[in-house]
């Protein structure tokens, strides 16, 4: 890697403290937490999709969310451009939560909730000039929204700077919602499942346009979904999540092609593939992801897991290197441990 | 009289739906127009004052006068002209009302931004209070407070006294319901989408949260009015009015205490009474469709009008 | 043909009136088949009329909607000229239904096992004791232990709570499954939970199913049939392999390369390549083109498109029992009002 | 679990709303001006400074307000000592004790018919949309609720006497006063039958709207289609599934409206001259008897408490779900 990271995010772990009963308080127990996130780390180059994928509750919105300040990381750091987001400029170079929220953006999944019902488009996609003074005259403020409108494809903007929210259909809210993204011209884009609210042939629209707004303008995007089915599409990079924690990351398709962990293979075996000639035999999981207040120990994904073996359930695995930049957190997986434990994965159980 | 506005707020906007929306909007605004016609225009609507007596040729004062000997709604225990007292009445009436119903709003929509968006301890603290005087049964706290604040030798008007004390206990459903409303805007999706963007709270406040709130504001307070009313005209009949500036509930207290009823002198007791009903209900059928019109997306589950076509959920809706 | 039909739909029209009194038509000449055991698959994008479809055959549909035309076959009974009193008997224990999985579809007030039991009951199936064992049995069928079976809806999560609408489905041992959108708001993990359940159910019992969704790779992993639906209207209907591997409709076509296939995307080249999209936007159902429905968005449009709205024609007969038939003027078909255009 | 926490919420805030009205109490008592000595005996009879001071001492009134009249008070209210009333001579507790069953009568039966009713007439008039008894009972309703309580009672009290003969005040004719209320029956009846109208009126209004509401929207709900698609007929989709959810709504409200019931047994009871605690409230106040009106306010409010708290049980036994707001 020859350019510097736009954003790294260092050992970043988010909880969430329990409401305490009055029971608790008179047995005075420690107050419980929800550990969303936990220990995770990565980075994203400029230009650069990652997805960040898994089911809910894995903690994928949570880190969007705390990278863009909606919430409070409990440990970790995050770097802007080599800065440290909310740092002491003391300690080395340092970025404030304003000046970070100028340079990245975050867009929502439900395009029906994230506009402000009241507010004309014209408003909406003018706030971010507003709220960071930039754009003084009028002239300048207009000019600047009618070029964000028509870079998302509402063309011509004219026609739109008047209307409210409801008045658009779906897959227009969500050409809004990015170009109230684009009008500060950004760098990073943090969307979370931007296409899960759309009809299919909606969703392909946006995701050509995003896709096109990193070719056109190099914005980084961290994508993050629960549909496997569409990385492959747009992201370069895949880290999967399961209870808090990266299980699996690497080039989207070296991860696709040759899933490592355990849950990736499960989990991909199961995405619906459009094509009747191709049914496989999914991996099903049995049960449901556990509650991420009781944490299980050693590896999390141990007590659902179709191949653990006693060490998983003491051992909780690292992220580490399998070949390349393709990371797994698995104790049985070559090259991931120093054992060769792998050696009892059967690497049959995904092929039809 | 009841404060569990919430809930029949919407059943009353439902009701409205039932009825057909402009119409009723109409007829509540036509009640409450005339009635302030009334009131702004009183004196030129009767050439008595209020304190008249009424005197027959003989010079002897007519007590009882049914509308036929004096018209048009005949005369009190007193001699005094009925439709005089009515038309003046008004303007005691919906001076109350309106000065305790912003009072009561003023406090209830303070109260409640402040607990909904500051959050934690205050929220706390200030729900305490109001549950707790949502639970204190209203009129026979307001009659203890009123008969304590006239002992008190204040030297203000009883009105005074009346709009202080219904100001200050009518508030609590308010509060109750811009909190929770204002916990529901705070949570959704376009108010991160501006603290994302980097708003600071007061834009926030000021430009997503306060318009979303502000139709919900203006319609309570015409609910609180209805509200106002009939709380006045209670306090009022039981004695607690200025009898030296009757409203609608003096002049049914007088009625009622001065053997109105046994003389069946109907004309005595009946206007004040309509007079009321028909403010109240003009206030209450006006609310509702107010809060209709303000709020574009009342109706708006994201179901409805979002889509491109005509689903199934929005014809159901019909 | 192998064997006959245990649904037949044939030229189902549906119309809602609207508040303004317009008319909208949710559904015109939809016709398809559905025989024992088969699972057929209905698909199309939201307003297209599927579920529209399924509240038809079930006579479920809201006050406002009426059904202008056609037959609802189920084995040689019209549904559509029963009185009220009989449908209610059909339904459930002939038809059954499966909702989306929001916590919706089940009575919040009452306990998952008296929800259970309840049509059984309703249908004078078997007396309580034997109503209760029944309820054991189909729980444990789908999964849920018996711990749970006093406890109340919100207590579940969603993929128990779509376990337990399935147990309650099956309570009166139907013939036939409507399964709308089972899985949205599901997990994948879930979703597969849950058509796996479908299947063993389907091999042990039998039964018929139609799955509402709006996932193509949903309908190419569990359904024998197909059919995909737009503004309304079907536009295509056969066996899951021809239509997937020889679409004719153009939306069809431009539906599927819409889709992203994950089987093929380990060897898309790096940093992706973008989807196939369909410009424009489904029609309004009150406002529809006086021609193919699909026509304003069509690449291949032809001026007749313009004139007549296309029938379903017949593309080749397969083995299966189901013909792959398509509505588009480019197959060279009759117009609308042809004489039997559904016919199986 | 949810619901103790729930239940010990409701508990506690009906705890602190007591220790709130007692200190309201004690507090205006103090703060009224004038000698309540004074009051004891009556305006204009002189009595010696000495007598003076001896009540004076019988009251406690030489006492520092705070603590220890506030002490004092606190104790003798909670072995039920709630003092003498200065107009009747009687002891507050024998006092109120005398009138609440009247009051109990008046609003419980009220209140059961008007819930019945409400609950009856709200369903139906939500299940049969845009019928004539749907638009009646809307049309009802809103005026019902812009009625006030006290004219109502004037205008029924006119019209049952002069149309029907019924009396027009107290709870039982002149010559069965005394008489234990069992024994005399029929009178006692013909005596309720207004007051008990009239309120029953006012709160069938806001309970048939809101069970006419509530009920449309339950029916718009996913699980009612369920219910149908299993052959059910319409009426046991009403009544087995409709019903108890649309209830919650209006079990929140009669919670609500406790206190509401409280302010129309106050009107109704004045302008019938119904001899219960409202009454007595009204003339304590007239008659500024404050040990009287201090009892009466206190016993109105631990009611309301009380049946909110009930009303709170209720919806937890309806709702399995409790949601802690």
Same mark, same amino acid.
């Given at each position: 890697m020859t350019t510097d990271p736009i954003l790294e995010v260092r050992d970043l772990a988010v909880e969430f403290p329990l409401r305490q009963g009055i029971g608790d308080l008179v047995h005075r127990r420690p107050p419980r937490v929800v550990t969303a996130v936990d220990d995770v780390s990565f980075s994203l180059d400029p230009g650069e999709v990652l997805a960040l994928a898994g089911e809910s509750g894995c903690g994928k919105t949570t880190i969007a969310r705390t990278l863009i300040g909606l919430g409070t990381a409990t440990r970790g750091e995050i770097l802007f451009k080599g800065r440290r987001v909310g740092g002491d400029p003391a300690e080395g170079p340092a970025i404030s939560l304003k000046e970070l929220r100028q340079k990245a953006q975050i867009m929502f999944q439900d395009p029906y909730e994230s506009l402000d019902p009241r507010a004309t488009i014209m408003d909406i996609v003018a706030e971010p000039l507003v709220v960071h003074g930039l754009a003084a005259s009028e002239e300048q403020r207009l000019d600047r929204v009618v070029r964000a409108l028509e870079e998302a494809g509402l063309r011509p903007a004219d026609d739109y700077l008047r209307r409210r929210p409801h008045e658009l259909s779906g897959g227009q809210r969500q050409r809004v919602v990015i170009a109230s993204a684009l009008v500060l011209e950004p760098d990073l884009l943090l969307a979370d499942e931007p296409l899960s609210m759309l009809d299919v042939s909606i969703r392909a629209e946006i995701l050509n346009l995003l896709n096109g707004l990193r070719r056109s303008r190099g914005i980084s995007i961290l994508f993050i979904t629960h549909d496997l089915g569409i990385v492959g599409h747009f992201a370069d990079r895949l880290a999967v999540m399961y209870l808090g924690r990266i299980v699996e990351m690497g080039p989207t398709r070296a991860v696709l092609h040759d899933p490592q962990h355990p849950y990736t293979r499960a989990l991909l075996s199961v995405v619906p593939v459009p094509n009747p000639r191709l049914r496989r035999t999914p991996v099903i999981l049995q049960g449901e992801t556990p509650n991420p207040v009781d944490l299980p120990a050693g590896c999390r994904f141990h007590p659902r897991c179709p191949i653990a073996v006693e060490a998983c359930r003491v051992t909780e695995p690292d992220l580490a290197w399998v070949r390349d930049a393709h990371r797994v957190a698995c104790l049985l997986v070559a090259g991931a441990s120093g054992d060769d434990a792998a050696a009892r994965l059967p690497v049959d159980h995904a092929e039809g | 009289m009841s404060r569990a506005q919430a809930p029949r707020r919407g059943a009353l906007r439902r009701g409205r739906r039932a009825l057909g929306r402009n119409k009723l909007g109409a007829f509540g605004a036509i009640l409450v127009l005339t009635a302030f016609f009334l009131a702004v225009c009183a004196p030129l609507l009767t050439q008595y004052a209020p304190t008249d007596v009424i005197r027959d040729a003989a010079g002897h004062g007519m007590t009882f006068a049914p509308p036929w000997e004096h018209g048009p709604l005949g005369t009190d225990d007193a001699g005094r002209d009925v439709w005089t007292q009515l038309v003046y009445g008004a303007r005691i009436s919906l001076t109350v009302a309106v000065l305790a119903g912003f009072i009561a709003m003023f406090i209830g929509s303070t109260v409640g931004i402040t607990a909904g968006f500051v959050g934690g301890r205050a929220d706390t603290g200030l729900m305490r209070v109001? +549950?707790?005087?949502?639970?204190?049964?209203?009129?026979?706290?307001?009659?203890?407070?009123?008969?304590?604040?006239?002992?008190? %030798?204040?030297?203000?008007?009883?009105?005074?006294?009346?709009?202080?004390?219904? @100001?200050?206990?009518?508030?609590?459903?308010?509060?109750?319901?811009?909190?929770?409303?204002?916990?529901?805007?705070?949570?959704?999706?376009?108010?991160?989408?501006s603290r994302a963007i980097g708003a600071g709270r007061i834009h926030i406040v000021r430009r997503r949260i306060l318009p979303q709130i502000m139709p919900?504001?203006?319609?309570?307070?015409?609910?609180?009015? =209805?509200?106002?009313?009939?709380?006045?005209?209670?306090?009022?009949?039981?004695?607690?009015? %200025? /009898?030296?500036?009757?409203?609608?509930?003096?002049?049914?207290?007088?009625?009622? +205490?001065? =053997?109105?009823?046994?003389?069946?002198?109907?004309?005595?007791?009946?206007?004040?009474?309509?007079?009321?009903?028909?403010?109240?209900?003009?206030?209450?059928?006006?609310?509702?469709?107010?809060?209709?019109?303000?709020?574009?997306?009342?109706a708006g589950h994201h179901l409805e009008g979002g889509k491109d076509m005509v689903s199934v959920q929005d014809v159901t809706e019909a | 043909m192998t064997a006959s039909p245990l649904l037949s739909v044939r030229h189902l029209t549906t119309e809602f009136r609207l508040d303004d009194g317009q008319v909208a038509r949710a559904l015109e000449d939809v016709s398809f088949d559905v025989l024992p055991s088969q699972t057929v698959g209905l698909v199309g994008e939201s307003g297209c009329g599927k579920t529209t479809t399924v509240l038809s055959v079930m006579r479920l549909l809201p006050g406002n909607a009426q059904i202008t035309g056609g037959t609802v076959l189920f084995r040689d009974t019209d549904l559509l000229t029963l009185g009220e009193p009989e449908m209610r008997r059909h339904r459930w224990k002939d038809i059954a239904i499966v909702f989306q999985g929001a916590m919706n579809a089940l009575n919040p007030v009452m306990k998952i096992a008296d929800q259970v039991r309840e049509p059984i009951l309703q249908h004078d199936?078997?007396?309580?004791?034997?109503?209760?064992?029944?309820? %054991?049995?189909?729980?444990?069928?789908? @999964?849920? /232990?018996?711990?749970?079976?006093?406890?109340?809806?919100?207590?579940?999560? @969603?993929?128990?709570?779509?376990?337990?609408?399935?147990?309650?489905a099956l309570a009166c041992s139907p013939d036939l499954l409507f399964a709308d959108e089972p899985t949205t708001a599901l997990d994948v993990m879930i979703q597969a939970q849950v058509f796996e359940l479908f299947k063993r159910i389907q091999a042990e019992l039998g039964l018929a199913i139609v799955l509402v969704t709006h996932d193509l790779g949903i309908v190419a992993e569990m359904c024998d049939v197909v059919v995909v639906m737009y503004g309304g209207m079907v536009a295509e209907v056969g066996p899951?392999?021809?239509?997937?591997?020889? /679409?004719?409709?153009?939306?069809?076509? *431009?539906?599927?390369?819409?889709?992203?296939?994950?089987?093929?995307?380990?060897?898309?080249?790096?940093?992706?390549?973008?989807?196939?999209?369909?410009?424009?936007?489904?029609?309004?159902?009150?406002?529809?083109?006086?021609?193919?429905?699909?026509?304003?968005?069509? %690449?291949? *449009?032809?001026?007749?498109?313009?004139?007549?709205?296309?029938?379903?024609?017949?593309?080749?007969?397969?083995?299966?029992?189901?013909?792959?038939?398509?509505?588009?003027?480019?197959?060279?078909?009759?117009?609308?009002?042809?004489?039997?255009a559904g016919g199986a | 679990m949810d619901r103790r926490r729930f239940l010990l919420r409701k508990a506690g805030l009906a705890l602190l709303t007591i220790l709130v009205v007692f200190g309201i109490n004690f507090m205006l008592f103090r703060v009224l001006p004038g000698d309540p000595v004074r009051s004891v005996i009556g305006r204009g009879v002189r009595i010696t400074p000495e007598a003076q001071e001896a009540l004076r001492q019988q009251f406690g009134l030489d006492q520092p307000v705070f603590p220890d009249q506030l002490v004092a008070t606190a104790g003798q209210w909670l072995q039920g000592n709630l003092g003498v009333s200065w107009s009747l001579r009687r002891p507050v507790t024998e006092v109120l004790a005398s009138k609440l069953p009247n009051t109990l009568i008046l609003v419980g039966l009220a209140q059961l018919v008007a819930i019945v009713l409400g609950v009856l007439l709200g369903m139906l008039a939500g299940w049969k949309r845009k019928t004539?008894?749907?638009? @009646?009972?809307?049309?009802?309703?809103?005026?019902?609720w812009s009625v006030p309580t006290f004219w109502l009672g004037i205008i029924l009290l006119v019209v049952g006497s002069t149309l029907f003969g019924l009396p027009t005040a107290g709870v039982v004719s002149p010559e069965n006063t005394g008489k234990p209320l069992l024994s005399v029956l029929p009178d006692f009846g013909r005596h309720l039958l207004l007051p008990v109208l009239t309120l029953t009126?006012?709160?069938?209004?806001?309970?048939?709207?809101?069970?006419? =509401?509530?009920?449309?929207?339950?029916?718009?709900?996913?699980?009612?289609?369920?219910a149908r698609a299993k052959g059910l007929s319409e009426w046991q989709v009403l009544r087995r599934h409709a019903l108890r959810n649309a209830m919650l709504p209006l079990v929140t409200v009669i919670a609500i409206n406790v206190g509401f019931i409280v302010s129309g047994a106050i009107y109704v009871e004045t302008v019938f001259s119904y001899d219960g605690l409202g009454k007595l409230f009204q003339s304590s106040l007239v008659k500024q008897d404050y040990p009287l009106l201090q009892g009466a306010f206190m016993l109105l409010a631990v009611s309301v408490v009380i049946a909110n708290f009930i009303a709170d049980l209720l919806y937890v036994v309806l709702d399995p779900r409790v949601k802690d707001t």
């Open positions: - | 109001t +549950d707790v005087l949502l639970v204190i049964p209203d009129l026979p706290l307001m009659l203890v407070l009123i008969a304590t604040l006239r002992q008190m %030798d204040l030297h203000v008007s009883p009105l005074a006294v009346l709009i202080v004390v219904i @100001g200050l206990l009518y508030w609590t459903s308010t509060a109750r319901l811009i909190r929770s409303q204002v916990l529901t805007v705070k949570e959704r999706q376009f108010v991160d989408r919900l504001i203006v319609v309570n307070t015409v609910l609180i009015l =209805s509200t106002a009313i009939l709380v006045e005209s209670g306090l009022a009949f039981l004695g607690f009015g %200025d /009898p030296t500036q009757p409203s609608w509930g003096t002049m049914l207290n007088f009625a009622f +205490d001065r =053997s109105a009823i046994t003389n069946g002198a109907w004309w005595f007791y009946l206007p004040p009474g309509i007079a009321i009903v028909w403010v109240v209900l003009g206030f209450a059928l006006l609310g509702n469709v107010m809060e209709e019109r303000l709020n574009p997306r009342l | 199936l078997m007396d309580r004791f034997a109503a209760d064992r029944r309820v %054991d049995e189909l729980l444990e069928l789908v @999964g849920i /232990p018996r711990a749970r079976r006093n406890q109340y809806p919100h207590q579940f999560s @969603g993929g128990m709570r779509q376990r337990a609408m399935i147990a309650m899951v392999d021809a239509v997937y591997n020889e /679409p004719q409709h153009p939306y069809t076509q *431009r539906l599927l390369a819409a889709f992203p296939d994950p089987s093929l995307a380990a060897d898309l080249p790096a940093g992706g390549q973008d989807l196939a999209t369909i410009p424009g936007t489904p029609p309004r159902l009150n406002a529809l083109p006086p021609g193919c429905r699909f026509e304003p968005r069509c %690449d291949r *449009r032809m001026d007749r498109c313009r004139e007549a709205s296309p029938a379903l024609v017949d593309v080749a007969v397969t083995g299966s029992g189901s013909t792959h038939r398509a509505a588009c003027h480019l197959l060279g078909g009759r117009e609308t009002g042809g004489p039997e | 004539p008894l749907d638009v @009646g009972a809307l049309g009802f309703s809103l005026v019902a009126i006012v709160f069938l209004g806001e309970y048939m709207l809101i069970m006419r =509401s509530s009920i449309r929207e339950v029916l718009a709900d996913d699980y009612i289609l369920t």
